[in-house]
């Protein structure tokens, strides 16, 4: 099962205001601590928000969850997977079987306009 996920597409709006707060935020800082701050608030903002606009490739197969970004990629074995979440955005892959505080830094979030369907998908393959 493969799908490729583009958040900045998929929302126009969000994305034409992100680049209005990113101009803003670049134009303030140069202006007022000079323009290398503000080249490098536009890199900050840019670099940390990266996801919104850059397209992820995902992959499930029967063995592995495979997320491709431009930089970089993570791959995780199903052994690895103890709880599935999902919601209206996605599926949330977690290595802990209940709810902890290390759940957004250690799960992998697996965006998806049809999470139903791709968890029935799951379902059928035995993963959940």
Do not use: H, Q
């Amino acid at each position: 099962m493969k799908w490729e996920v583009l958040p900045a597409k998929k929302n126009p709006k969000k994305f034409v205001f992100f680049l209005t707060f990113v101009v803003f935020v670049g134009l303030l800082f140069g202006l007022s601590f000079g323009p290398i701050f503000g080249i490098l608030a536009l890199l900050v903002i840019l670099g940390s928000n990266a996801n919104f606009f850059t397209k992820t490739k995902y992959e499930i197969t029967k063995d592995k969850i495979i997320v491709k970004r431009p930089f970089y990629e993570i791959k995780k074995d199903w052994e690895w997977v103890k709880r599935i979440e999902i919601d209206k955005n996605g599926i949330f892959l977690s290595p802990f079987e209940s709810k902890t505080w290390l759940d957004p830094f250690r799960g992998v979030y697996l965006l998806c306009d049809n999470p139903e369907e791709i968890y029935d998908k799951l379902k059928r393959m035995g993963k959940t």
